[in-house]
Nanobody, 121 residues
Framework: QVQLVESGGGLVQAGGSLILSCAAS????????MGWYRQPPGKQRELVAA???????NYSDSVKGRFTISRDNAKNTVSLQMNSLKPEDTAVYYC???????????????WGQGTQVTVSS
């Protein structure tokens, strides 16, 4: 079983910055897409940013120009640099990875436990 361990959430004032990190807990054969999702209070989980193994990125319109996703394939980690934070960015943030545990297994999606980001006005 794979665990994705997130870190870096917290409380920040509007206009501030945070960096979220996510690391896989065991040796993995290969990771395909990785991404960050968020779930604001009372709302559904939504995609924030995603990155392929080759480095192609995709962002939701609400964070374009403010957030940057990156990954380290050697360390099986993914990060989210969040700048110019707004109160509407307040949510629980989850990382997700599409993981192939061994050469013979299929890709399977794994989720982190979530980290709270609160932006005060």
């Amino acid at each position: 079983q794979v665990q994705l361990v997130e870190s870096g959430g917290g409380l920040v004032q509007a206009g501030g910055s945070l960096i979220l990190s996510c690391a896989a807990s065991r040796n993995i054969f290969r990771i395909n897409d990785m991404g960050w999702y968020r779930q604001p209070p009372g709302k559904q989980r939504e995609l924030v940013a995603a990155i392929t193994s080759g480095g192609t990125t995709n962002y939701s319109d609400s964070v374009k120009g403010r957030f940057t996703i990156s990954r380290d394939n050697a360390k099986n980690t993914v990060s989210l640099q969040m700048n110019s934070l707004k109160p509407e960015d307040t949510a629980v943030y989850y990382c997700k990875a599409s993981v192939k545990l061994t050469l013979l297994t299929a890709y399977h999606d794994y989720w982190g436990q979530g980290t709270q980001v609160t932006v005060s006005s």
